[in-house]
């Protein structure tokens, strides 16, 4: 969609440099927008250089045709640059997302390897940690990537899962005092007992990143079409960003709060007085400021987590989405199944076009060198990248065609020599006294080049 968006705004853009000429007093905001056109798209604009003195009058007057603005050059340039932000953000995502997938493959396949070293079929470099790691060492990359990380994320999920459900027992247990029935105010208060403070920084400083880490990452992986996205590589645009922060800053104060009453030091839930508060609620303050957040809805409103936690696991957001026409992934469903075929035939095209092979290397590749042109040929007319490797290519290319017809007409001409036998008669028999010149008819090799004909070798007839 943003490459059809971009190639209609180039056209637009084309469109103008016909109208607005080099005299006119929009041209240097033309060349302003034509400065910002990607690579890719300039050569279908061009700024005209005709030599009239009054265009826009006579234009006006004899043709009838509306010039634009200076308001709708400024919203094309605008748009302009949305569209190729927006496009060059696509680009990298999609090389980062085939990378990941050629690297996923690689370990796959790579997993069925019997003499247990990793072979590379990725068609993208390595990233630089791989290649000071593995490079000299193929066994130590396969147990790392085919052993030893598959049980390495086994072991971190389900630590995770675990301080997951601590987590969420903690939410709906911090209200109760006596007992105390949340594990990490149980954890504190024993450790205060102890005097060990260097095991409530650690207590806290963990699970208060681990709160962070599940509250931040919806926001780093949340979307909203194209107006809020954070993506990679600095591509991300200024409302995605001033809006991002302002998420961050606004869950960082309820994060805090949440804490202190899992913990139970907060004198809002633990009701005990005598005690000293905390440097962040001298400062903040008390939450008995809100009237109904001090009637209990700080109580009782973290219990819905539970709630929130069954609909995750279910997929209660992406079924109700799914019903509504949105777009949605299952395994159970027959359309998600077309677009697994679809993923893998587009990972196919690319790792052809980049010249790669689909599977291992102890299978035969089954795609032709004629394929891979074809398919490089399709990718520079469709984004207009013709290199002087392409044209070298060409010429090769003819060249061999013209070998080829050569060699053809070469081998017809010998067929025709060993079917005349000696008691046979030409069908034209040239004259004796005429010469012909050697290099008319011969052909000495692939590189040389058919002459003309004489032009007296029908006189006889």
């Known amino acids: 969609d943003i490459e059809e968006r971009l190639e209609s ?159 969420i027992w903690s939410e709906l247990t911090f209200f109760s005092t006596k007992p105390v029935l949340s594990i990490f105010a149980r954890i504190v208060n024993s450790a205060r007992h102890h005097y060990d403070y260097f095991t409530i920084e650690i207590v806290c400083c963990f699970s208060l990143a681990y709160l962070c880490l599940c509250a931040y990452y919806t926001i780093f992986r949340f979307r909203i079409f194209n107006y809020f996205y954070l993506s990679l590589y600095h591509l991300t645009d200024e409302n995605s960003l001033i809006f991002a922060a302002t998420f961050l800053c606004r869950l960082t104060a309820p994060l805090s709060y949440n804490f202190l009453g899992m913990i139970h030091m907060d004198q809002m839930i633990t009701k005990e007085t005598f005690r000293q508060e905390t440097v962040f609620t001298e400062i ?33 957001g992406s079924r109700c989405l799914h019903i509504f026409g949105v777009r949605q992934f299952f395994d159970d469903d027959h359309i998600s199944a077309e677009y697994v075929e679809d993923g893998k035939n587009l990972m196919k095209k690319e790792r052809r076009s ?24 399709e990718i520079e007319e469709k984004y207009g990248l013709r290199s002087s490797s392409s044209a070298t290519a060409k010429n090769v290319q003819l060249s061999k065609y013209r070998d080829d017809e050569l060699s053809e007409i070469q081998s017809e001409t010998r067929q025709l020599k060993g079917s005349v036998s000696s008691s046979e008669e030409p069908l034209i028999t040239m004259n004796t006294n005429q010469q012909v010149p050697s290099n008319s008819t011969s052909i000495t090799g692939s590189s040389s080049r058919r002459a003309p004909p004489p032009t007296n070798i029908f006189n006889d007839i």
């Open 284 to 316: 903040m303050g008390r939450m008995n400021v809100i009237p109904i957040i001090s009637s209990g809805f700080n109580f009782y409103f973290p219990m819905l987590v539970c709630l929130l936690c069954l609909g995750t696991y279910f997929r209660f």
């Open 9 to 167: 705004l180039v056209e637009e853009v084309s469109k103008l440099c016909h109208q607005i000429k080099y005299n006119d007093s929009l041209r240097p905001c033309l060349e302003e927008i034509v400065r910002i056109i990607p690579e890719q798209y300039s050569n279908r604009v061009k700024l005209t250089m005709d030599d009239y003195e009054d265009y826009r009058s006579t234009t006006t007057s004899n043709n009838l045709v509306d010039l634009p603005t200076e308001k709708q050059l400024i919203k094309l340039h605008g748009l302009l640059k949305k569209s190729k932000h927006i496009h060059h953000r696509v680009q990298a995502s999609w090389i980062q997302m085939i990378d990941e997938a050629f690297y996923l493959e690689d370990i796959l396949n790579n997993e069925k390897n019997t003499n247990r070293s990793f072979i590379k079929q990725s068609p993208l470099p390595k990233s630089w940690l791989r290649q000071k790691l593995f490079d000299e060492h193929p066994v130590l990359e396969w147990y790392t990537l085919c052993f030893l990380r598959p049980w390495g994320l086994r072991i971190l999920g389900v630590s995770l899962g675990i301080l997951s459900v601590i987590v």
């Open 354 to 377: 980049f010249g790669g092979v689909d599977v291992l290397s102890t299978v035969p590749n089954t795609t032709t060198a004629s394929q891979r042109r074809d398919r490089r040929r």
